[in-house]
């Protein structure tokens, strides 16, 4: 079981929840509660502990760091993760 738990990201969707660690139901709720809101969008990918740098901020150098990626499979030492963000009206 990886050591990921939920945490926030830049971009698209803001949120992950791990898969291995919450049920649906449960990460809906931290979602809902992180978010602020009971509007929420969710997806399927997963989250991989590794070097590099963050396209969206480019000047902050590569360093080690959660890395989440939007997909239905999951590589080998990656954590599946439920991704959400607020769902636009």
Known sequence: ????DF????GD???AVSKER???????EIAKRELGTGKIEMLSGYVR?????????PCAGSYNNWWLTISKGCPKRCCPV??????EV
């Open 49 to 57: 502990f590794c070097f590099g740098t963050d396209p969206d901020d």
């Open 13 to 15: 969707y803001p949120l």
């Open 1 to 4: 079981m990886s050591k990921f």
């Open 22 to 28: 919450y049920t649906e139901h449960e990460a809906i």
């Open 82 to 87: 439920y991704v959400f963000r607020v769902k």
């Open 7 to 10: 945490d926030a990201f830049t």
